[in-house]
């Protein structure tokens, strides 16, 4: 950060730090005791695609270490999603997985094209579902739960708020908490 930054009271944001998402296996541990929700083996990494061969070939190195358990979609607003799939029980093969593509992209300079990362709960009994979602540029994360008719469950997110906030970073902004409507494995 520049002096002028200083003067005009910008600051530099916080770099992300990845290895949190290593805090989801326990974290989903927490939640499955205190909600009922459990993992579904879904996750998914949420970027921007750039253009250029070197983007190119970090996406296919990304796409190449997980071979056939990563699919490709894009949503509406312009973002490419990675969906990694694996057994239920696998959350912390998952989360590797995940941290893996993040990192790839990363490393090869294209950090600031990553959005956010998500692991998927439900509850198949009541029929509820949520994500943990990683927000990259902030390193915190926050829950989603969706409800039919684009709404959200407000009341299960505060509650899944409340039991992970002792396991992970929690983004303290509400108005960052933006919903990931259609998200692959969501």
Not at 32 to 56: C, D, K
Not at 74 to 94: E, F, I, K, S
Not at 164 to 186: M, Q, S, Y
């Amino acid at each position: 950060m520049g002096w002028l930054d200083a003067i005009l009271g910008r600051s530099k944001p916080a770099p992300p730090d990845l290895d949190a998402l290593f805090a989801l296996p326990s974290a989903a541990v927490t939640l499955r005791a205190a909600t009922g929700l459990e993992p579904t083996g879904l996750g998914s990494v949420a970027y921007r695609e750039a253009e250029g061969v070197a983007f190119a070939a970090a996406e296919r190195d990304a796409k190449a270490l997980l071979g056939d358990r990563v699919e490709e979609s894009a949503d509406d607003y312009g973002y490419t999603w990675l969906l990694v799939r694996r057994p239920p029980d696998a959350t912390a093969d998952l989360v590797t997985e995940l941290h893996a593509i993040n990192s790839t992209l990363e490393g090869a300079g294209f950090g600031p094209s990553l959005l956010c990362s998500l692991v998927s709960f439900a509850d198949p009994a009541e029929g509820r579902r949520l994500a943990v979602v990683y927000l990259y540029k902030r390193g915190t994360f926050y829950p989603f739960a969706p409800l039919p008719d684009r709404r959200r469950d407000n009341a299960l997110e505060l509650q899944a708020r409340g039991v992970l906030e002792g396991e992970l970073r929690i983004e303290p902004d509400l108005g960052r908490w933006f919903p990931v409507w259609g998200a692959p494995g969501l």
